[in-house]
């Protein structure tokens, strides 16, 4: 299992990062843009969260893209 997962906006939900906590991922890197909560805007602050997005799915993508071509 990996200590930590990213993914962009549009895959965040409650429920995924429950899951993801209860098969042992440790660290869930998956922004929530509409948070009202101040202490969901903290932990997105974290300098671990920060850096799983600068890591994120984007790289991968264009990787994924070139190959596909």
Known sequence: MPR??????GFYSKTNEKKLGELGVRKVS?????TQS???RTHQKKRWFKEGQRTGCKGGI???KGVMV
């Open 4 to 9: 930590s997962v990213t993914a962009d906006a």
């Open 62 to 64: 264009s990787v994924l």
């Open 30 to 34: 998956v922004p929530n843009r509409n």
């Open 38 to 40: 101040e202490q969901r």
